[in-house]
């Protein structure tokens, strides 16, 4: 499966933004999807994730309340809806699929969107 992902820009803090990731090649709703970033300097860190039929989902604690992931299998595409956005979520973020049958791994990888939040 290829993942394209889109969305990213420079935003205020407090401010919103909707990610999309697009997935191509083998079925989508076959997988779990997440979401990463990766700030300047940091190690790559689990954002959130959805099951495959969107009935589940997690979130790091540090975005519970804030962002929201979300899938439209119809459409191929998984979101992250970032609300009440701060600086330190200021990075890359990517997003993963893996098989439904292995929750927690992740075995594509899209190419990154660039979120900048100001202060």
């Known amino acids: 499966v290829q993942l394209q992902a889109s969305g990213g820009g420079l935003v205020q803090a407090g401010g919103s933004l909707r990610l999309s990731c697009a997935a191509s090649g083998r079925t989508f709703s076959s997988y779990n999807m997440g979401w990463f970033r990766q700030a300047p300097g940091k190690e790559r860190e689990f954002v959130a994730t959805?099951?495959?039929?969107?009935?589940?989902?997690s979130y790091t604690d540090s975005v519970k309340g804030r962002f929201t992931i979300s899938r439209d299998n119809a459409k191929n595409t998984v979101y992250l809806q970032m609300n009440s956005l701060k600086p330190e979520d200021t990075a890359v973020y990517y997003c993963a699929a893996g098989s439904r049958l292995r929750p927690g791994k992740y075995d594509y990888w899209g190419q990154g969107t660039l979120v900048t939040v100001s202060s």
């Open positions: 959805i099951n495959w039929s969107g009935d589940s989902t």
